[in-house]
C-alpha cells in the first residue's frame, strides 16, 4: 500500500529534471537494500542543466511540457466520482484513478488530496470542494479552452497548490464546459479568480497577472491561517527536527541465544542472528533480510511463554529493527499483528512482569520508529498507539527502576518528535488529540515526581515541549496544560542540573 501511494505520488509530481525515474529508482533501493543507486546517475539531469547547452533547453522544454500538461482535460476524459473532485498532476493529461475512489488516504482531514489544483466540471462538485473549506480557505480559478492568457498563470496556480498544501483548496473551473456554474457565479471574462474564506466570499478579481494571483492567494493563506505565537519565540531546541531514540547496542548474540533454551536451535532464531551479525560486519547493503515472515511466525509462537525466555527473542528483534528495511517490513504486515501483540505482551501480564521484558519491549519499540512509515502508523492507527501508550503510562510509574523510566521518556520523546515535525512543516497532526492529552497527563505526573535520573527529566521535558509546541490554540491540549500547572511543573525542574537550566526556559514558554 505505501509503495503505491509513492509510486502515485511520483505521477502527480513527475518532473524530467527534478523527480524523474532515477528519483524513484533510488528510494525503492533506498528502501529494500538501505542503499542507494549512484550518484553520478541521480546527478546527471542536474549534470546536464549545469552546461551552457542545458540552461539554453530548459525554457524551452519547461515551455513544451507545460502546453502538453496544463491544458483543461475535456469532460469525457473525466470519470464522474459521485461529486468528489478529480485531481489532475502535471505529468500526464490521461485520467487517473483518484485517492478518493480507490480508499487509499492522501492527506487532508477532508478527505481530499492535498497540494495539488482540484478540477469542478459540475456545482455539485465545486460545493462539495469549497464546503471542503468551510474552515479554512478556497481560490476557484475560472478559465477556458479559448482563453491563452489562462494558460500564462496555469503554472503559477499550481505552485500555489503544491505550497497551500492542505491549507486551501484551489479550484479550477473551465466555463466552455462548466456553463451552469458560469452562470451561477455570472462570470463575465477569463481569467477570473474568486477567493473564499471560511465559507464566504473574499475577493474577486480579473487578468493573468502572476504577481497579483501569487500576492492574493498568499494573504489569503496568512488570513485563514495566521502564524501560531510560538513561531515568533526563540526556542533552540523546540524549533528544529529531532531525531528519534534508537537503541543500538548490540550485546552477545550467542549468550542472549542461550537464554532461550529450547527455543534458540529454531532456524529463525539462527537467521535473524545471521543477519544482524552480518550488517554489523560488513553494512546494510552486505545483509540481505532473512525470512521475516517465518520470525514473525515464530515469536508469535513464543509470546505465551515463560518471560524469562521472552525477553532475550524480543531483544533480538530489537536488534534487528535497527536496520529500517526490517521496521519497514511490519509497516506492511496484515493487521499489524505481531508489533500489537509484543508492545501489549507487559500490560498483560501487570506487576508480574519482569524488569528484563518491560525494558526490552520500550527499546524495542523505540526501534519501531527507524522506519518512517511505520512511525506515521504507530501514531496514526489506533490499534498500534493504544498499546504504544499504555506500555509508555505503564512503565513511567515503574519508581523502582530508573533505565525503565528513561526508556518510556525515549518513547514519549519518539511520538512527540514525529508529530512534532507535521507542525514544523505546516501539517495536520498525525497523533490524535485524545491521545496527545493521555501522553501530556502522564509526562507531567512523572515529571513531577522524578528526582533522581537526569537522563528521564531531560527526556520528560522535551517529550512535554515538543508535544506543546504550536499546539492549536482553541484545542484541549492547551487547557490541560493549565489545568494541571505545567507551567510551575516545569518550572519546578530549573535547579535540577545547570544542564537543564535553558530547556526549562524554553519548555516553560510554550506550556504557560
Known amino acids: 500500500m505505501e509503495v503505491e501511494l509513492y509510486v502515485y505520488d511520483l505521477s502527480q509530481s513527475y518532473d524530467l529534471f527534478t523527480h524523474n525515474c532515477n528519483n524513484f529508482t533510488n528510494d525503492f533501493t533506498m528502501f529494500l537494500l538501505g542503499k542507494g543507486i549512484p550518484a553520478h546517475i541521480t546527478s546527471l539531469p542536474q549534470t546536464v542543466l549545469n552546461t551552457p547547452f542545458g540552461q539554453m533547453l530548459k525554457p524551452q522544454l519547461d515551455s513544451a511540457m507545460r502546453g502538453i500538461t496544463q491544458a483543461p482535460v475535456a469532460p469525457s476524459a473525466i470519470p464522474q466520482q459521485n461529486g468528489a473532485g478529480q485531481v489532475r498532476g502535471n505529468g500526464s493529461n490521461s485520467t487517473q484513478a483518484s485517492p478518493l475512489t480507490t480508499g487509499t488516504s492522501i492527506h487532508g482531514s477532508s478527505g481530499l488530496p492535498t497540494g495539488q489544483v482540484h478540477y469542478a466540471t459540475t456545482l455539485k462538485k465545486l460545493d462539495m ?25 496555469y503554472p503559477a496556480y499550481d505552485e500555489l497548490a503544491a505550497e497551500a ?73 523546540l524549533q528544529r527536527r529531532h531525531k528519534t531514540v534508537t537503541y543500538t547496542k548490540i550485546p552477545p548474540l550467542e549468550k542472549l541465544i542461550a537464554k532461550m533454551g529450547t527455543r534458540g536451535t529454531d532456524p529463525a532464531i539462527r537467521a535473524l542472528k545471521d543477519f544482524i551479525t552480518t550488517r554489523e560486519a560488513a553494512g546494510a547493503s552486505d545483509a540481505p533480510l532473512p525470512s521475516l515472515p517465518s520470525i514473525t511466525s515464530f515469536i508469535q509462537a513464543i509470546l505465551d511463554d515463560p518471560p524469562d525466555t521472552v525477553f532475550p527473542v524480543i531483544d533480538l528483534l530489537r536488534c534487528a529493527l535497527i536496520d529500517p528495511r526490517a521496521s519497514g517490513y511490519f509497516a506492511a504486515e496484515h493487521s499489524h499483528t505481531t508489533v500489537i501483540n509484543i508492545l501489549s505482551k507487559p500490560q498483560s501480564l501487570g506487576e508480574k512482569c519482569p524488569y528484563s521484558l518491560r525494558i526490552v519491549t520500550l527499546q524495542l519499540a523505540c526501534n519501531l520508529f527507524t522506519s518512517p512509515i511505520l512511525a506515521h502508523q504507530l501514531l496514526q492507527n489506533a490499534e498500534l498507539c493504544t498499546p504504544l501508550l499504555q506500555l509508555i503510562t505503564s512503565s513511567l510509574l515503574d519508581t523502582a527502576h530508573p533505565p525503565v523510566r528513561v526508556a518510556a521518556a525515549s518513547l514519549a520523546f519518539n511520538m512527540a518528535a514525529v508529530n512534532h515535525v507535521r507542525r514544523l512543516d505546516e501539517q495536520e497532526d498525525l497523533l490524535a488529540e485524545s ?44 487547557e490541560v496544560c493549565q489545568a494541571l500547572g505545567a507551567k510551575e511543573t516545569v518550572a519546578g525542574k530549573r535547579g535540577f542540573s545547570d544542564d537543564l537550566k535553558e530547556l526549562v526556559k524554553e519548555v516553560e514558554q510554550v506550556v504557560a
Open 129 to 153: 470542494l469549497l464546503g471542503s473549506a468551510k474552515n479554512s480557505c478556497a481560490v476557484i480559478f475560472f478559465t477556458s479552452a479559448t482563453c491563452p492568457p489562462c494558460k500564462l498563470v
Open 165 to 237: 498544501g492542505h491549507k486551501a483548496v484551489l479550484i479550477k473551473v473551465d466555463l466552455s464546459e462548466a456553463y451552469e456554474i458560469g452562470s451561477k457565479y455570472q462570470v463575465r471574462a477569463t481569467p477570473t479568480f474568486m477567493s473564499f474564506l471560511k465559507g464566504e466570499k473574499e475577493s474577486e478579481w480579473v487578468g493573468a497577472n502572476e504577481s497579483q494571483l501569487r500576492g492574493n492567494v498568499r494573504m489569503l493563506l496568512q488570513m485563514a491561517h495566521p502564524p501560531h505565537p510560538h513561531t515568533n519565540l526563540r526556542l533552540r531546541t
Open 435 to 478: 491521545s496527545q492529552l493521555e501522553l501530556m497527563a502522564s509526562l507531567l505526573e512523572t515529571l513531577s515526581n522524578e528526582s533522581e535520573s537526569k537522563d528521564s527529566i531531560r527526556g520528560l521535558l522535551t517529550a512535554v515541549g515538543l508535544l506543546a509546541y504550536a499546539a492549536p490554540r482553541d484545542g484541549e491540549l492547551v
